[in-house]
């Protein structure tokens, strides 16, 4: 009995060997870019047969060249090429955001300048409005010129101070 499992136990570890031998094997087969290969010899020869070169890539050199065919080194090589044209295209924007921000202040600049004009008209629109209706005298003629003339003042006096702002402010370039 002890015989029959010694037996079957050399038998067990003979095949054992034996498939560790041809799967080592067959991962050697085929691979030409395994360490334990050593150098790579590339022969290159025209179809006429006149002219060959033979090159010889050293194992580290063959690692290298391993890396840079493989699929990972493909995706990230990708990732990289995209991520730097993406920040190209982002980084040449920046100009011209810089210029849309200044003329947008100066838009801005011009906006308050003008809302200051005409808070400042009103305030003496109002204040004429208020004489007149004050004085309750019967409307004359002088009375019934000066009513009229002040909305076509307010108008001059915001015209004027547009004039004036857009005078003050540096031209935009075409």
């Known amino acids: 009995m002890s015989e029959h499992v010694t037996s079957e136990s050399t038998r ?3 095949h054992q060997r034996g498939q560790r ?22 022969h290159v020869q025209r179809e006429n047969g006149l002219a060959h ?6 194992p580290w050199q063959v690692q290298a060249l ?3 065919t493989s699929k990972t080194f493909r995706a990230v090589l990708m ?12 980084s040449a924007r920046v100009p011209l955001l810089t210029q849309r921000i200044a003329h947008l202040e100066q838009d801005a600049q011009r906006l308050d300048t003008l809302q200051r004009t005409l808070v400042e008209l009103q305030d003496r629109y ?3 409005q208020r004489l007149l209706t004050a004085s309750k005298v019967p409307a004359t003629a002088a009375a ?4 009229v003339a002040a909305p076509a003042a307010v108008k001059a ?9 857009a005078q003050k402010l540096p031209k935009k370039n075409p």
């Open 66 to 68: 391993r890396v840079l």
């Open 157 to 165: 006096a915001v015209k004027a101070a547009a004039t004036r702002d």
């Open 79 to 90: 990732v990289g090429v995209l991520s730097w044209g993406y920040f190209a295209v982002q």
């Open 126 to 128: 109002g204040q004429v």
């Open 21 to 42: 031998t041809r799967e080592s094997g067959a991962q050697q087969h085929g691979n030409i870019f395994s360490r334990a290969s050593g150098s790579m010899l590339i």
């Open 53 to 58: 070169r033979t090159l010889v890539l050293r």
């Open 144 to 147: 019934m010129a000066a009513a």
């Open 12 to 14: 067990h570890a003979e």
